[in-house]
């Protein structure tokens, strides 16, 4: 399984700072909870990433 497999699994999905400085990535599925931290400089890396993949996903789209 990869990232172009299609699933039929719902989720949620919460982004935020923490009271301890970091940004989570809180993820909840039907029994599943991922909570993910990450200092400031890691989310916005990942900040930049999730942009050049839309923008990646618009010219393939168009």
Not at 57 to 62: D, E, H, I, M, P
């Amino acid at each position: 399984m990869g990232i172009n497999t299609e699933r039929d699994i719902e989720a949620n999905l919460q982004i935020g700072p923490t009271d301890h400085g970091m940004v989570r990535i809180f993820i909840e599925a039907t029994g599943v909870e991922i909570p993910m931290d990450f200092d400031p400089e890691e989310a916005e890396e990942i900040a930049e990433e999730i942009r050049a993949a839309a923008q990646a996903a618009r010219s393939v789209q168009g």
